[in-house]
């Protein structure tokens, strides 16, 4: 009988490799009329056989298949732990409320603390603090890093008050990781490395997101590989916060036997924790106010043979960004273009970096440009051309967070008093109203970056003649 079942089974994921190959045929490029996303899923047969032998055992909630990706995935980063999690916007979430456990005693976040983050960026890099009760207190970005302004961050700094850091690698581009460390070491803060969109960027020859306590992944397809859902915490080196990420993303409970698994502490009704009798079964005391934000089984097995090509997808997100500088280098006068950290200039040789400062290698999320002030057209403008040209396009995403509906009413909600900003945010302003960027992601062929860096260039050219 296990003969047969193994014969189906080897069948079954043979047509399952067979339907991917025939179905994912790609139909010729037409430059105007297909189109080219800014992200998106990167896969072939061998992720699809994944998933669907993971559900042909039918264990759906996390389990064999997670264990051994979270392992794998640790190793990738070098840090000690990996957790996963259904969503990066969920490990965002369990980063700071792990740092809120009152198992962390006078290191505990609590509410009217404050946490120290950049003010242009994603949301829910910024969400979970104002979620935990704490107060953001907002920095400005470097303009041409998007990263943010590490020389403001003595001002941000409020002794007794402010008890961590929390900053996004923006567009894959690394912060400034050397001075926020040393300040954060010399402070005693925590500092969590937001690494969605940076997973295998590196600073100083190090992957970041294994430089802070806690660090986190997304693994929405955009993201530099794809779970279709899904994130992961990673425990950096301090192996004490792992049952506390644990049980925020696991209800609250104080339990770590993983699910299905009973009593691995060997002492299952020998706990009295609380108010609770003597002997309560362990597997249902809860010390934390916690969530449920598990992924699947059959997602950490595609998250599995993802990984084996996350070298080569960061390889083609570094040669595509360069094959768009090359292709649009004649317009300095109207962009300026980003730049990894530490860097001073681009030729076609490559950066130039700042003597004595670490090297900086993004794995680029997108090729951002932004508008120089004398610009001739404004960026709606070039967003409206690109999409009718049918190419992707993105603003940095929620720009200025503190001008974004959320924020203006939590603002006037809370009299002023819901979170600080340092200096007028002049940058992260210029960011929200003149830069956009596109693609960079594997999918993309020559042919398409063709077209992308043709359409620019046509637009540009069109519009200095009006000027």
Known sequence: MNDKIDLLREEILLKTRELIRLREIKKPF???????PYAGRVYDEEEVA?????????????????????KELAQFLRVRLTLLVNSGSSANLLAISALTSAKLKERRILPGDEVITVAAGFPTTVAPIIQNGAIPVFIDIDPRTLNARVDQLED????????AVMLAHALGNPFDLGEVKRFCAEKGLWLIED??????????????GSFGDLSTQSFYPPHHMTLGEGGAVNIVRSAILKPLVESFRDWGRDCWCPSGKDNTCKKRF????GDLPSGYDHKYIYSHLGYNLKPLDPQAAIGRAQLKKLPGF????????????????SLEDVFDFMLPTHASSWTKNGFTFIDGKPKVTPSWFGFMMTLKEAASFS??????????????????FGGNLLRQPAFVQLHRDSKGKAFRTIGDLTYADIIMNRSIFVGVYPGLSSEHLDHIASTINSFVSQNRSLA
């Open 156 to 163: 941000a700094y409020d002794s007794g008050k402010t008890k």
């Open 195 to 208: 690494n969605c969109d940076a997973l295998g960027s590196l600073y100083d020859g190090q992957l970041t």
């Open 314 to 329: 960061v390889k083609s997100r570094i040669d595509n960004w360069n094959y768009l500088r090359n292709a649009l280098s």
């Open 379 to 396: 960026r709606t403008e070039l967003a409206r051309a690109l999409d009718t040209a049918k190419i992707g396009n993105r603003m940095f």
């Open 270 to 273: 020998d706990w009295q924790l």
């Open 30 to 36: 037409s430059p105007g009329a297909t189109i080219i």
């Open 50 to 70: 994944a998933g669907v032998s993971s559900m042909l055992d039918f264990w759906l909630t996390l389990g064999p298949q997670g264990d051994i990706f979270e």
